[in-house]
C-alpha cells in the first residue's frame, strides 16, 4: 500500500535557526496537509495545500511559517526561526479528495533546544 | 467553530474487556467522522469512518462506531480487546466543502493489559 514518507524522523535544532521538514506525499493525492502534535496535546492542524497553493492555515502558521511543493513529488514545511515551543511532532498527510480520508507520514520529531 | 471532544484520556483494560470510548463534536451542519489509531511508533492509521448511511459502522480490526445526530455522538467500540490493541485513538471531524482538513479530539491513551 502506497505511504506517506517523512525526513527526518528526529530533528534537533537551536533555536533561532532554520529548519525544513521534507514529506513526500501519495503519488496521486491531491490535497497536502501539515498537522502537529505538541507532547500531551491534541493533533492540531497547520495548513492545507492544493493546487500549488495554500488553501487554510490556522493561527499556528504564522509568518514563521512557510510550505513548499518544490518539485512535484516532495512537500516541504519551513520554519524560519524556531522557538522552543515549536518543539513538537510534525505530521504530514495527503489525500486524493478532500472529502476522503487522510494517510499521515510517521512524522518527525522536532526538538529546539 | 469546530471541536471534537473525547472523554477518556487514559482507559486500561484486560484482554477480552469491552471498549467503549466517547467522542463528541460541535458542529451542527454535515459532517464526516472519523477514528484513527496510533501504534506505538507508528504514523496514524485509519480505524473506520463514516459519511452517511447505516449510523453503524464497522472499521477494522474490530472495531465499529455508531453516529447519533441527536448527541453529536461517535463513540468507538470493541467487545473484546486484545493486548495489540494498546495504542492512541483518536476522533476527528471534516465538514464536507472545507478544505478537507481534520479537526482532532485530544486522544485517548489505551492500555490493555494482558
Known amino acids: 500500500e502506497p505511504e506517506v514518507t517523512q525526513t527526518p524522523s528526529h530533528q534537533v535544532t537551536q533555536m533561532g535557526q532554520e529548519v525544513i521538514l521534507r514529506c513526500v506525499p501519495i503519488?496521486?493525492?491531491?490535497?497536502f496537509y501539515w498537522y502537529r502534535q505538541i507532547l500531551g496535546q491534541k493533533v492540531e492542524f497547520l495548513v492545507s495545500?492544493?493546487?500549488?497553493?495554500?488553501?487554510?492555515k490556522s493561527e499556528i502558521f504564522d509568518d514563521q511559517f512557510s510550505v513548499e511543493r518544490p518539485d512535484g513529488s516532495n512537500f516541504t514545511l519551513k520554519i524560519r526561526s524556531t522557538k522552543l515551543e515549536d518543539s513538537a511532532m510534525y505530521f504530514c498527510?495527503?489525500?486524493?479528495?478532500?472529502?476522503?480520508?487522510?494517510?499521515f507520514g510517521n512524522g518527525t520529531r522536532l526538538t529546539v533546544t | 467553530a469546530q471541536s471534537v471532544s473525547q472523554h477518556n484520556h487514559h482507559v486500561i483494560l484486560s484482554e477480552a474487556a469491552s471498549l467503549e470510548l466517547g467522542c463528541n463534536y460541535s458542529?451542527?451542519?454535515?459532517?464526516?467522522l472519523f477514528w484513527y489509531v496510533q501504534y506505538p511508533g507508528q504514523h496514524l492509521q485509519l480505524l473506520l469512518k463514516?459519511?452517511?448511511?447505516?449510523?453503524l459502522v464497522k472499521g477494522i480490526k474490530g472495531f465499529e462506531a455508531e453516529f447519533i445526530k441527536s448527541k453529536f455522538s461517535f463513540n468507538l467500540r470493541k467487545p473484546s480487546v486484545q493486548w495489540s490493541d494498546t495504542a492512541e485513538y483518536f476522533c476527528?471531524?471534516?465538514?464536507?466543502?472545507?478544505?478537507?482538513?481534520?479537526?482532532f479530539g485530544q486522544g485517548t491513551t489505551l492500555q490493555v493489559k494482558p
Open positions: 458542529y451542527g451542519g454535515t459532517v464526516n
Open positions: 503519488s496521486n493525492h491531491l490535497y
Open positions: 498527510a495527503s489525500t486524493e479528495r478532500r472529502d476522503s480520508p487522510l494517510h
Open positions: 495545500f492544493y493546487n500549488n497553493e495554500i488553501s487554510e
Open positions: 476527528a471531524v471534516n465538514a464536507p466543502g472545507n478544505t478537507g482538513k481534520l479537526i
Open positions: 463514516y459519511f452517511s448511511g447505516d449510523p
